[in-house]
């Protein structure tokens, strides 16, 4: 390992891990700063679920970046069992979407990208899960995957040190970070999720990047074993007797990383309409975490215009876990100059608001 890195990432995330263990894969010396344990802020937050995606099909390219965590998760999983021995919990475990009547042009969307869905009847639906309360039209989406995010990070810290990667935990970036000359590598990663201003707010602020705090519960009893999805709300079952239901959209609170009696009490009574078994249900632990939204859902993910050597990966709001892939390697291909594999541009920092449209997943 050299004495200074070829490549300084800020934020220790899945962003940032995720584009450290690609970028080691070619070869290059790594470093990861967090300014605290590394994976515990949104990403270890987070539920880990999967949609199933097609990026040869794409609509959008953040639709390709979707597609490309759905293609290639099982691979990375693998790849990380086979280095470390660790276990992730991806699971190709289903889903149903109930959608509401606004939803209709989602299926379409499905169908556009090639996606597998069957239409299911109600009495299918019960058959398949012991549903309570229908919120809407079942669909089952036989792609839709899980990945446990503590244990994903595990594997992905453990991997990029099997890697060479360097990581700095409990080491703050400061703002003026890049203005000075002690810390010195050729290239950068600003992947600092809802801080990312703190780190960036002097060269290139974007305003529209801030935290959107999201609550979980964590239930033990008897519950589905596919994910449900209704609108922003979900139930996903881990397969040892614990269901994960989530979850809040929270941009008023701020930084303030704590649940509430109220909303954990909302979500508990959602499970228990949906599935009404989780009525003797317990309720383990709730937590909460702050998505960096970034305004409109879309990441950015491109140079700083005119100090292209900085690459900036934030705002990844709900979907930080399926775009980690894409990202990942948008950002490789960036910093090695490469023509990128997904259009680049439609994430760059100055990228004008995507086109309005109804967009395949919600949750
Ligand atoms: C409740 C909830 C449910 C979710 N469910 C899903 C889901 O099912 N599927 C999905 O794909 N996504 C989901 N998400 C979204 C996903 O978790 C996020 O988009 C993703 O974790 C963002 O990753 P990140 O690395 O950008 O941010 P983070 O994980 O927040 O990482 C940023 C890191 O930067 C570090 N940092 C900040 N400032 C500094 C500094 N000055 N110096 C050094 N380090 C610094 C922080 O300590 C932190 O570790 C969910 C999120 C929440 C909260």
Not at 110 to 134: D, H, M, V
Not at 186 to 196: D, M
Not at 256 to 265: M, P, R
Not at 318 to 339: E, K, M, N, W, Y
Request: aromatic share 8%.
């Amino acid at each position: 390992m050299a004495q200074y890195p070829d490549v300084a990432i800020v934020g220790g995330g899945i962003i940032g891990l995720t584009c450290a263990y690609y970028l080691a894969h070619e070869g290059l010396a790594v470093a990861v700063y967090d300014r605290g344990e590394l994976g515990r802020e949104a990403s270890w937050a987070g539920a880990g679920i999967l949609p199933p995606g097609n990026p040869a099909q794409a609509a959008s390219p953040l639709d390709c970046l979707r597609g490309l965590g759905a293609q290639q998760f099982p691979r990375l999983s693998a790849e990380l069992q086979e280095l470390t021995g660790l276990d992730n919990g991806y699971r190709r475990c289903g889903g149903i979407e109930f959608l509401a009547p606004g939803d209709a042009d989602v299926p379409a969307l499905w169908a556009a990208e090639g996606i597998a869905f069957e239409r299911l009847s109600l009495a299918a639906a019960r058959q398949l899960e012991p549903l309570g309360e229908l919120p809407g039209e079942p669909y089952l989406l036989p792609g839709c995957a899980q990945v446990r995010n503590p244990w994903h990070l595990r594997a992905l810290i453990a991997a990029c040190q099997r890697r060479g990667v360097t990581l700095h935990p409990h080491t703050t970036i400061p703002a003026d970070w890049f203005e000075r000359r002690d810390f010195v590598a050729g290239r950068y990663v600003v992947a600092a999720g809802a801080w990312t201003n703190e780190v960036l707010g002097r060269l290139w602020p974007l305003p529209a990047v801030g935290p959107v705090r999201g609550q979980i519960a964590l239930l033990r009893g008897s519950s589905c074993s596919r994910i449900l999805m209704v609108g922003k709300r979900y139930l996903v079952p881990r397969g040892d007797g614990l269901t994960l239901v989530g979850s809040t959209e929270e941009p008023e609170a701020g930084f303030v990383k704590e649940t509430t009696h109220s909303a954990i009490a909302e979500l508990v009574a959602f499970a228990q309409r949906l599935v009404p078994s989780l009525k003797q249900a317990t309720v383990e632990q709730a937590w909460a975490g702050l998505r960096p939204g970034s305004g409109d859902g879309w990441p950015y993910i491109g140079p700083i215009p005119g100090r292209e050597s900085i690459v900036v990966a934030t705002g990844h709001f709900r979907a930080g876990v399926q775009l980690s892939i894409g990202t990942a390697q948008l950002v490789t291909d960036l910093l090695l100059q490469r023509p990128p594999r997904v259009a680049g541009d439609a994430f760059a920092l100055m990228r004008p608001p995507p086109e309005a449209r109804q967009s395949a997943f919600r949750s």
